[in-house]
């Protein structure tokens, strides 16, 4: 997994006056759990850019003054009500031999079967909650739909993965390919008019 680098101060005073300060001064507060110590440190908002403002997920390298250097992911960020500026975020400490929770996108690769035959691709499940080592974790968890055909799905216990435990059902469907509303609807139409054929044509007549 990518990793973001975000060099920061630690902070000395953590009251509200001295928060206030920093984000007036275009500072975000944050705290990093999971460690010995909480840490409380803060960094410019622009930092956070590409943490925050992108469908993919990554782990940050928390580069302080000091010379210290902290692995760690984004848990929590708040953000104004009004302004929609970053006012708060929380990190966890990540260690090599500790499993943390992260959420992960999924991606779908090839062209289904079904989809190509007229069916409808019903992709219901874009993210997954994992459990893993930090150095295991993929940027993203591929699932080729190319064998698809329509009434098929993709489902977690699909897609294990030896290193990675997901916390869902082992059935639960991640994409599915449907029969399209528009054939649904003409093959319902083919049947009344297979039964109206039936109930309209003449009994022979007995010589």
Do not use: W
Request: include cysteine; charged fraction near 30%.
């Amino acid at each position: 997994m990518k990793s973001i680098t975000i060099k920061g101060s630690k902070r000395e005073s953590v009251g509200k006056v001295a928060t206030k300060a920093l984000r007036n001064a275009g500072k975000v507060p944050c705290v990093i759990y999971g460690g010995e110590n909480v840490l409380h440190f803060s960094a410019d908002e622009l930092a956070f850019k590409k943490l925050v403002y992108t469908p993919n997920v990554y782990t940050a390298m928390i580069e302080l003054e000091s010379g210290e250097k902290i692995a760690a992911i984004m848990q929590d960020i708040q953000f104004h009500p009004v302004s929609d500026k970053i006012i708060h975020v929380d990190f966890y400490q990540l260690f090599d031999d500790k499993r943390i929770t992260m959420t992960i996108p999924v991606k779908l690769s090839g062209a289904s079967k079904g989809v190509l035959n007229g069916g409808r691709l019903l992709f219901t499940n874009r993210k997954l909650r994992v459990r893993a080592l930090p150095k295991d974790f993929p940027d993203f968890i591929n699932v080729d739909i190319t064998p698809l055909k329509i009434g098929d799905n993709v489902s977690i216990s699909d897609i294990k993965d030896e290193k990675l435990e997901f916390l869902h059902p082992e059935n639960m469907a991640v994409v599915r390919v449907a029969m399209a509303r528009a054939a649904a609807v003409s093959a319902i139409d083919d049947e009344d008019e297979d039964e109206e054929t039936a109930e309209g044509a003449e009994t022979p007549a007995a010589e």
